[in-house]
């Protein structure tokens, strides 16, 4: 008789009321043990195969960072689930580094999320299990070709279906890992974002509008995914950065300061370099500071030897900082963050990338879901407000989420006259407004 697969779940948290929720959402279709000792935890792991575990972060002797990274040590192929109640940006990134974490659940969890994750996670394992068994029954099959060739033809027709659908199985089940990783890449964007007191939204507006520049240059979709996470996580090596230097702007450095905000992109690629699968992000992030004659950071790659990735983050990373006001201490309009740009095109930037820039800016896609700053004269009715206009003095003016009228943008223009303000309005464009915008 075959063997039924049993698949077995630990959990581990100091507090048993915890436990006994776990074990309530799981006891009926797993095998479920529960630890709220880590180091007894870690004993049983040692000696008994597992499949899957729960582990919460904050314990009185062992966090759960160290708990996953035995784990990852004496099981590799267990899966490890990372459950936790607080933020705390070391104990999260050694858990992530270290412990090899699959999946991220903050506490209180939702039962369905957390059973979707831990059936995912499952589906991994049954996947690995049955793909053994057919590669076994393959060999047998190979083995005895002489005597059954007949009846093989039918085998391999039968087993190619099998494997088929494994493939299939296969893909959907990558593609649920790499929204996970997209989870997990998500949170790190929050916690390096709120490190840097800024917010998280700036660090994905570059990402989207990297997208739409890679897309108009031609890359795959695969290139665009990658581009898309090195913008997201482009500032993480900023966790390292003593506070004085975290929002002071770069006109504003010497060369020492300067020398030590783009070495934060060495430490970003490092933290990204744990994962082999993030080695084309983690090389984005190293080469961003590499100017395109070969005088930047690290200083090692000149012209087209820097990543294109590499070359069209510098570019929209920096307009941002223009207009954002991070590279000078006042914010630049538009025109002027691209004339920036433009100077120092071949020297710092790649010319074709910046005018590839200069186009899409003037050729914004109708229903893109990127967002870019305009000012006053740029304003055509119908275009979307993506974050709140405020007056000089906080005061919101205009809501997020507000279409633009006429008469708005005639209001705006009052205020301006009357009190020497500029505004610097970031816009949506949806479909149904012009996709040229001048």
Same mark, same amino acid.
């Given at each position: 008789?075959?063997?039924?697969?049993?698949?077995?779940?630990?959990?581990?948290?100091?507090?048993?009321?915890?436990?006994?929720?776990?074990?309530?959402?799981?006891?009926?279709?797993?095998? %479920?043990?529960?630890f709220?000792?880590?180091?007894?935890?870690?004993?049983?792991?040692?000696m008994?195969?597992?499949?899957?575990?729960?582990?919460?972060?904050?314990?009185?002797?062992?966090?759960?960072?160290?708990?996953?990274?035995?784990?990852?040590? $004496?099981?590799?192929?267990?899966?490890?689930?990372? /459950?936790?109640?607080?933020?705390?940006?070391?104990?999260?990134?050694a858990?992530?580094?270290?412990?090899?974490?699959?999946?991220?659940?903050?506490?209180?969890?939702?039962?369905?999320?957390?059973?979707?994750?831990?059936?995912?996670? /499952?589906?991994?394992?049954?996947?690995?299990?049955?793909?053994?068994?057919?590669?076994?029954?393959?060999?047998v099959?190979?083995?005895?070709?002489?005597?059954?060739?007949?009846?093989?033809?039918?085998?391999?027709?039968?087993?190619?279906?099998?494997?088929?659908?494994?493939?299939?199985?296969?893909?959907?089940?990558?593609?649920?890992?790499?929204?996970?990783?997209?989870?997990?890449?998500?949170?790190?964007?929050?916690?390096?974002?709120? $490190?840097?007191?800024?917010?998280?939204? $700036?660090?994905?507006?570059?990402?989207?509008?990297?997208?739409?520049?890679?897309?108009?240059?031609?890359?795959?979709?695969?290139?665009?995914?990658?581009?898309?996470?090195?913008?997201?996580?482009?500032?993480?090596?900023?966790?390292?950065?003593?506070?004085?230097?975290?929002?002071?702007?770069?006109?504003?450095?010497?060369?020492?300061?300067?020398?030590?905000?783009?070495?934060?992109?060495?430490?970003?690629?490092?933290?990204?370099?744990?994962?082999?699968? /993030?080695?084309?992000?983690?090389? !984005?992030?190293?080469y961003?500071?590499?100017?395109?004659?070969?005088?930047?950071?690290?200083?090692?790659?000149?012209?087209?030897?820097?990543?294109?990735?590499?070359?069209?983050?510098?570019v929209?990373?920096?307009?941002?900082?223009?207009?954002?006001?991070?590279? %000078?201490?006042?914010?630049?309009?538009?025109?002027d963050?691209?004339?920036?740009?433009?100077?120092?095109?071949?020297?710092?930037?790649?010319?074709?990338?910046?005018?590839?820039?200069?186009?899409?800016?003037?050729?914004?896609?109708?229903?893109?879901?990127?967002?870019?700053?305009?000012?006053?004269?740029? /304003?055509?009715?119908?275009?979307?407000?993506?974050?709140?206009?405020?007056?000089?003095?906080?005061?919101?003016?205009?809501?997020k989420?507000?279409?633009? !009228?006429?008469? !708005?943008?005639?209001?705006?223009?009052?205020?301006?006259?009357? $009190?020497?303000?500029?505004?610097?309005?970031?816009?949506?464009?949806?479909?149904?407004?012009?996709?040229?915008?001048?």
């Amino acid at each position: 008789m075959e063997d039924v697969f049993k698949p077995r779940i630990i959990l581990v948290d100091d507090e048993v009321e915890v436990l006994q929720s776990l074990e309530r959402i799981f006891r009926r279709e797993y095998e %479920t043990i529960a630890f709220n000792d880590p180091a007894k935890a870690i004993e049983f792991i040692k000696m008994t195969p597992i499949h899957i575990i729960i582990c919460d972060m904050r314990m009185p002797e062992i966090s759960g960072d160290k708990v996953l990274a035995q784990v990852k040590q $004496h099981q590799p192929k267990a899966r490890r689930i990372l /459950l936790s109640g607080y933020s705390d940006i070391q104990s999260t990134i050694a858990a992530i580094n270290d412990g090899g974490i699959h999946a991220y659940v903050a506490k209180p969890w939702d039962n369905k999320q957390l059973k979707e994750i831990v059936s995912d996670s /499952l589906q991994v394992i049954k996947l690995e299990v049955e793909n053994q068994k057919l590669t076994k029954q393959l060999k047998v099959n190979n083995e005895n070709l002489e005597s059954l060739n007949v009846q093989l033809d039918k085998k391999v027709e039968e087993r190619t279906r099998s494997l088929k659908q494994t493939v299939s199985q296969l893909k959907l089940s990558i593609k649920k890992q790499r929204k996970q990783l997209q989870q997990v890449i998500d949170m790190v964007s929050l916690i390096s974002a709120e $490190h840097r007191q800024d917010h998280h939204q $700036h660090d994905i507006r570059i990402a989207k509008q990297c997208r739409l520049l890679g897309h108009q240059l031609g890359l795959e979709k695969v290139e665009l995914t990658y581009l898309y996470l090195a913008a997201q996580l482009h500032a993480i090596g900023e966790i390292s950065l003593p506070e004085s230097l975290l929002n002071k702007p770069d006109s504003q450095m010497n060369n020492s300061e300067l020398l030590q905000l783009h070495s934060q992109a060495t430490k970003g690629a490092d933290i990204l370099d744990v994962m082999p699968s /993030l080695k084309h992000i983690s090389d !984005t992030l190293r080469y961003q500071y590499e100017k395109f004659n070969g005088h930047g950071y690290p200083g090692v790659k000149a012209n087209k030897e820097i990543p294109l990735a590499s070359r069209i983050l510098a570019v929209v990373r920096d307009y941002d900082k223009f207009v954002s006001g991070y590279a %000078t201490s006042q914010k630049l309009q538009p025109k002027d963050a691209l004339r920036q740009l433009k100077n120092q095109s071949n020297r710092k930037y790649d010319s074709e990338i910046v005018d590839a820039f200069e186009h899409l800016l003037n050729n914004i896609p109708a229903g893109s879901d990127a967002e870019f700053c305009f000012t006053l004269d740029m /304003l055509e009715p119908g275009m979307v407000i993506a974050q709140d206009v405020k007056y000089n003095n906080g005061n919101v003016l205009i809501t997020k989420d507000t279409e633009l !009228t006429e008469a !708005t943008i005639d209001r705006m223009e009052q205020y301006e006259l009357e $009190h020497d303000f500029t505004f610097f309005i970031f816009i949506l464009i949806p479909e149904k407004t012009s996709s040229e915008v001048n």
